[in-house]
């Protein structure tokens, strides 16, 4: 039972975190080119800003997610080398280092909790790699039209 309300769970905040980032990508596109006072290449740094911004804030949504999950009896936990301040900023951390696949492997995730931090690095993963996509093609369509 809790490995179905795990998988539940997991695939939720993930298409949660998918909406999200499928939005931002769709307002900046719809966006950048009715931005008349900025010239042309500060349009992909304003991009590249917002789009960092969109990851912080799915970073955070995984981080809440942590919190939640480890509210049900024998989700599982974490363990390692914690800050000791905030279980919040612990989590915070797990969820920054899972999302870049960076994962030092201090901070280590037990039980069903697990799923979620491989399913927040291959989103992390996807995720940040679309952005890249989404920046070069910018790059393209402004840096080109600012060379004519």
Known sequence: ????????????????????????????????????????RFKVLAGAGVIFMAHIVEIWIFAFGYLLALQFDGMGGLTGEASGHSPLLDYVYLSFITYT???????????YLRYL?????????????????????????YWTSSKK
Do not use: C
């Not at 931090?117 to 369509?141: D, H, N, P, R, V």
């Open 1 to 40: 039972m809790l490995l179905i309300l795990a998988f539940i769970f997991n695939t939720l905040l993930a298409l949660l975190v998918i909406l999200i980032h499928y939005e931002v990508l769709f307002q900046l596109d719809k966006r950048l080119p009715k931005v008349s006072h900025l010239p042309a």
């Open 117 to 141: 931090t491989g399913i927040e690095a291959l989103l992390g993963l996807l995720l940040i790699t679309w952005s890249a996509s989404f920046l070069f093609l910018e790059m393209q369509k």
């Open 101 to 111: 696949t960076v994962g030092y492997g201090d901070v280590v995730a037990h039980g």
